[in-house]
């Protein structure tokens, strides 16, 4: 555990999601390959792959940056341009959008979580109020997390991380000043930058074993780098 900054008392702890509390890589990867296989079959679209999904959703994002902050909202309108481009109607369009997202978020929430994640949050929820906050679109409660007293979304409730809008929601609803929230995450633009330039306190989940110093988008230090979650329960508990 190595402090940056010194550690001020607080009465929230905030959570990133994806790649703080479970390994999201391997679930994102199969689950937009599931997507894109789905696609091909149910919407008769043979040609359909990887690399146009990609294309189809940067030409979204570009032509709608703020509206791809909400990663859910980004993936239909870039589901529903591909459909409209192939002729589909706009009936069809509805159903089979909503279709293929539903049959992703199934794929989205194949997540194998480490039990001293759920063991964490357990330790720490008589303790203090917990809240999520993500850019991704995982629901906690449907791989296992009923822990969290708020669960805050990028795009969906505010500009997504490293924007202040999620951070000061969660100060504006638990009637605390930010300084009060310590929030944890591992990536440093993000959930460090983010929260720091909030007012809040960070925690630096830093799992690749690297210096601070290799990292080129450091801009903003945080509060304290830890190496494992449970280090948490050294300053919380």
Same mark, same amino acid.
């Given at each position: 555990?190595?402090?940056?900054?010194?550690? %001020?008392?607080?009465?929230?702890?905030?959570?990133?999601?994806?790649? %703080? @509390?479970?390994?999201?890589?391997?679930?994102?990867?199969?689950?937009?390959?599931?997507?894109?296989?789905?696609? &091909?079959?149910?919407? +008769?679209?043979?040609?359909?792959?990887?690399?146009?999904? *990609?294309? $189809?959703?940067?030409?979204?994002?570009? #032509?709608?940056?703020?509206?791809?902050?909400?990663?859910?909202?980004?993936?239909?309108?870039?589901?529903?341009?591909?459909?409209?481009? +192939?002729?589909?109607?706009?009936?069809?369009?509805?159903?089979?959008?909503?279709?293929?997202?539903?049959?992703?978020?199934?794929?989205?929430?194949?997540?194998?979580?480490?039990?001293?994640?759920?063991?964490?949050? =357990?330790?720490?929820?008589?303790? $203090?109020?917990?809240?999520?906050?993500?850019?991704?679109?995982?629901?906690?409660?449907?791989?296992?997390?009923?822990?969290?007293?708020?669960?805050?979304?990028?795009?969906?409730?505010?500009?997504?991380?490293?924007?202040?809008?999620?951070? @000061? &929601?969660?100060? #504006? $609803?638990?009637?605390?000043?930010?300084?009060?929230?310590?929030?944890?995450?591992?990536?440093?633009?993000?959930?460090? &930058?983010? *929260?720091? =330039?909030?007012?809040?306190?960070?925690?630096?989940?830093?799992?690749?074993?690297?210096?601070?110093?290799?990292?080129?988008?450091?801009?903003? @230090?945080?509060?304290?780098?830890?190496?494992?979650? %449970?280090?948490?329960? &050294?300053?919380?508990?």
């Amino acid at each position: 555990m190595k402090f940056y900054r010194t550690l %001020t008392p607080f009465q929230v702890v905030g959570f990133d999601l994806d790649d %703080t @509390l479970y390994d999201n890589s391997h679930v994102i990867t199969t689950a937009e390959q599931e997507f894109v296989t789905f696609v &091909q079959q149910y919407c +008769r679209i043979a040609d359909f792959s990887l690399e146009m999904w *990609a294309a $189809y959703k940067n030409a979204t994002a570009q #032509h709608s940056p703020l509206m791809a902050e909400d990663v859910t909202l980004w993936r239909l309108r870039s589901l529903q341009a591909l459909l409209a481009e +192939r002729g589909k109607s706009a009936v069809e369009i509805a159903g089979v959008s909503q279709t293929a997202m539903d049959y992703f978020l199934h794929w989205r929430h194949q997540i194998d979580v480490p039990s001293q994640s759920f063991a964490v949050l =357990q330790q720490l929820k008589p303790r $203090y109020k917990l809240v999520a906050i993500t850019n991704g679109n995982v629901d906690p409660v449907r791989i296992g997390f009923d822990q969290f007293d708020l669960v805050l979304r990028g795009g969906e409730h505010g500009r997504a991380k490293h924007h202040k809008d999620l951070f @000061l &929601q969660t100060a #504006h $609803y638990f009637n605390i000043p930010p300084e009060q929230i310590l929030h944890v995450g591992d990536n440093l633009v993000t959930d460090v &930058q983010g *929260a720091i =330039q909030a007012g809040c306190q960070s925690v630096w989940l830093n799992l690749s074993g690297k210096d601070i110093t290799e990292f080129s988008e450091v801009h903003i @230090l945080p509060t304290v780098e830890m190496n494992a979650l %449970t280090d948490l329960l &050294q300053l919380c508990v």
